[in-house]
């Protein structure tokens, strides 16, 4: 029933960080790069994943909203503001108007011209090479499942063949129960949010939405979930977390995934505590 993000993922490292293929390591935590490399390129932009990519993440993850004309897009904000030349929301606009604006710049001038992507091309590009989560915006989400972003994406999915590397998640339940409706082994994550949950324990949220792992804020997370969490076997996987330090501290908590803009720090902290774990290792024998 439950199933760790790291069961995703085409390549894992062995013991001396070399990638290798369908090889279970001691320590699966996963590396997930939140909207990309987005510390460095413009967020849930194709450069942003290519970055990520690049940096050794084992997934990406990104966020999908639908445009006026019923287009699965790529893109966090249901206002297009901050992070495009535009104004509005994304909902009003058709896929080639959308297309026009520059969804760079404002992250830097080198990066001018970056364009909104289609979830099509994403998932095209990150096939053979990296495991996805997609994130169903709350605002994209509706009432009825025919023909909502949920079969939309389930569809883009299947179509482009990443079933076994693409895992869902959302902040609105109704988008975790449309996605189990329209296909019963689709896996899914929970993201926590107070206001659809109140005080449950994880278990209770998860095993009620029958989904494969829980994903929440570092902020959040606090001994009695990871009790609860670890007691029922559901995998937690932690966001947004930057710090080196906060990144150790997760380590250690054994928590099952890690949300970073940064991933090569990620990497770095990752592959560095496997070499000490190699080092006392052999200084034991």
């Not at 199933?3 to 013991?15: A, E, I, S």
């Not at 050794?56 to 495009?84: K, P, W, Y």
């Not at 364009?115 to 996805?132: F, G, M, N």
């Not at 169903?136 to 299947?158: F, M, P, S, Y």
């Amino acid at each position: 029933m439950f199933k760790p993000y790291h069961l995703f993922t085409y390549n894992v490292r062995d013991d001396d960080g070399v990638r290798v293929q369908s090889v279970r390591t001691a320590d699966p935590l996963t590396l997930i790069a939140h909207r990309g490399a987005s510390a460095y390129y413009p967020e849930n932009t194709i450069t942003s994943f290519e970055g990520a990519i690049a940096m050794g993440a084992d997934m990406v993850e990104l966020d999908v909203q639908l445009t006026l004309d019923g287009e699965v897009v790529v893109f966090h904000d249901e206002d297009i503001t901050r992070c495009t030349n535009g104004r509005g929301r994304i909902a009003d606009y058709a896929l080639v108007n959308l297309k026009k604006l520059d969804a760079g710049s404002w992250f830097d001038k080198k990066f001018s011209g970056a364009e909104i992507p289609l979830l099509t091309d994403v998932l095209s590009l990150c096939k053979d090479r990296i495991a996805v989560n997609i994130e169903i915006k709350t605002e994209a989400v509706r009432d009825t499942i025919q023909g909502g972003i949920e079969e939309k994406c389930l569809k883009i999915v299947n179509q482009i063949g990443l079933q076994d590397h693409v895992v869902f998640s959302s902040f609105d339940p109704r988008a975790l129960r449309h996605l189990k409706h329209l296909d019963r082994e689709v896996p899914i994550s929970v993201l926590f949010e107070k206001k659809f949950y109140d005080a449950r324990l994880p278990s209770e949220i998860v095993i009620s939405l029958a989904g494969n792992a829980f994903n929440c804020s570092r902020r959040e997370l606090n001994k009695t979930w990871l009790a609860d969490l670890k007691q029922h076997g559901i995998p937690v996987n932690v966001y947004t977390v930057d710090d080196e330090i906060f990144m150790k501290r997760l380590h250690a908590l054994c928590v099952d995934g890690i949300f970073t803009n940064k991933p090569d720090i990620l990497r770095t902290v990752l592959d560095g505590l496997r070499q000490n774990r190699k080092i006392g290792g052999e200084n034991k024998t």
